[in-house]
């Protein structure tokens, strides 16, 4: 299959994605509830959800690296037997230590399945396709992001917290191994081959050092922890403000259904806007909406701020995957994306624990605060950002030519 053929492949991986990213959706504020019962303070809750980020944190170049060499498939159905296992095995938890622990393995899973579906993304589409494939991609994130907080809100209703909370988890890992049935032959062997077929490893000090990759790297890194932070301190504002768990389900639905609308208009907002001010835009009124988060409005203002802040923090995830591809050196795409992972899961550990500490603090709202100035500078990278990313924008607006050292370069 050459890149920027057939696209059943793009679709399949969609549901599988969101199978996946449902399952931990709905895990991640059981999670928390579940952490609440067995009586976990602010402080527990971001020490368990900076976990989730710490065994991906040192495990994301490796398997970069390994894909960039290899095959992106195999990681697909290890991704989802781990995040299915760690949500069931935190549900029959009974302390916060082995929460913590499930919780990692989890992320681990969560790791492997990403890192996976991105490279085979960017392996199976031409350059001139990346920002649509991307955008539709994440669309799959972004489904299992809606339909999770409902269910896990809804299982979560009823007055025994410690029961209904493991039942949703159970029920997570349960959901997130349907993702398997999307899974086979989701890879083409063509691309896998020309891959096995690449030269030396680029160093890791080359790859950060191109302009656009750490840039895409920041970027990533505030937009996910933005979205971390909501869905694991959420449920702590409502316990505060008295909103109901079924309620806080709601509103992280609609974030995501936002996130969804934006990803779907995507490339008509690229046209108009140019990637590095689309980004900027978005990022500037994430960092707003996010400190609004700490002023006690009511439950419909609340909603309506979500909602606009998941159509911006939409933007930030398929973008920043395109810019650190295109930017990557040849042969080390992969890595760089595994990179970008990276410093989402440095944000996912540093972002709750420091969210742990300032709530424990300041209070529970006190975090979104933090979550604006993240964004803030992340707008102003966004700004300084290439329009046109070194590794492959050149060659994304050239024709292909069979035969020609654009045509090889695309078969990657």
């Known amino acids: 299959m050459r890149p920027g053929g057939n696209r059943g492949w793009l679709l399949r991986l969609v549901i599988a994605f969101s199978f996946a990213q449902g399952a931990v959706s709905m895990a991640r504020p059981a999670v928390s509830y579940r952490a609440l019962a067995l009586g976990a303070d602010e402080r527990a809750i971001g020490v368990i959800a900076g976990v989730y980020a710490l065994l991906p944190l040192f495990a994301a170049v490796p398997l970069g690296r390994r894909t960039d060499h290899g095959r992106c498939a195999p990681l697909l159905p290890v991704g989802v037997v781990l995040i299915s296992g760690g949500c069931a095995l935190s549900g029959i938890a009974d302390s916060l230590w082995a929460m913590a622990i499930w919780s990692g393995v989890m992320g681990l899973g969560h790791l492997c399945f990403v890192i996976g579906a991105q490279s085979l993304v960017a392996r199976q589409s031409a350059p001139h396709e990346q920002d649509r494939n991307f955008g539709h991609f994440t669309i799959g994130a972004s489904l299992g992001q809606l339909v999770g907080p409902i269910a896990a809100g809804a299982l979560i209703?009823?007055?025994?917290?410690?029961?209904?909370?493991?039942?949703?988890?159970?029920?997570?890992?349960?959901?997130?191994?349907?993702?398997?049935?999307?899974?086979?032959?989701?890879?083409?062997?063509?691309?896998?081959?020309?891959?096995?077929?690449?030269?030396?490893?680029?160093?890791?000090?080359?790859?950060?050092?191109?302009?656009?990759?750490?840039?895409?790297?920041?970027?990533?890194?505030?937009?996910?922890?933005?979205?971390?932070?909501?869905?694991?301190?959420?449920?702590?504002?409502?316990?505060?403000?008295?909103?109901?768990?079924?309620?806080?389900?709601?509103?992280l639905s609609l974030r995501a259904a936002a996130t969804i609308a934006c990803r779907l208009v995507l490339t008509p907002l690229l046209r108009l806007l140019g990637r590095a001010l689309l980004l900027t835009v978005t990022c500037l009124l994430a960092a707003l909406l996010c400190a609004g988060i700490a002023v006690p409005v009511p439950v419909w203002g609340l909603a309506l701020m979500l909602t606009v802040l998941g159509f911006c923090l939409g933007v930030g995830q398929p973008l920043s995957m395109t810019t650190v591809v295109q930017a990557a050196p040849d042969g080390a795409r992969s890595t760089a994306l595994a990179l970008r992972l990276t410093g989402n899961r440095l944000g996912q550990v540093a972002a709750p624990a420091t969210a742990g500490l300032v709530a424990g603090v300041s209070g529970v709202a006190a975090p979104f605060v933090m979550l604006g100035v993240l964004l803030l500078l992340s707008a102003g990278v966004a700004l300084r950002s290439p329009a046109k990313p070194a590794g492959g924008a050149e060659a994304a607006a050239e024709p292909r030519r069979p035969g020609s050292a654009v045509g090889r370069k695309r078969a990657i």
């Open 157 to 251: 209703g009823s007055p025994d917290m410690a029961g209904s909370s493991a039942l949703a988890l159970l029920v997570a890992g349960a959901g997130g191994a349907v993702a398997l049935t999307s899974l086979w032959r989701i890879e083409s062997r063509t691309t896998a081959k020309s891959r096995k077929e690449q030269g030396e490893r680029v160093p890791v000090q080359r790859i950060l050092r191109t302009r656009g990759v750490p840039a895409g790297i920041l970027i990533s890194m505030a937009v996910l922890s933005a979205t971390d932070i909501l869905t694991a301190y959420l449920p702590v504002v409502g316990e505060h403000r008295g909103i109901a768990p079924s309620v806080i389900g709601v509103l």
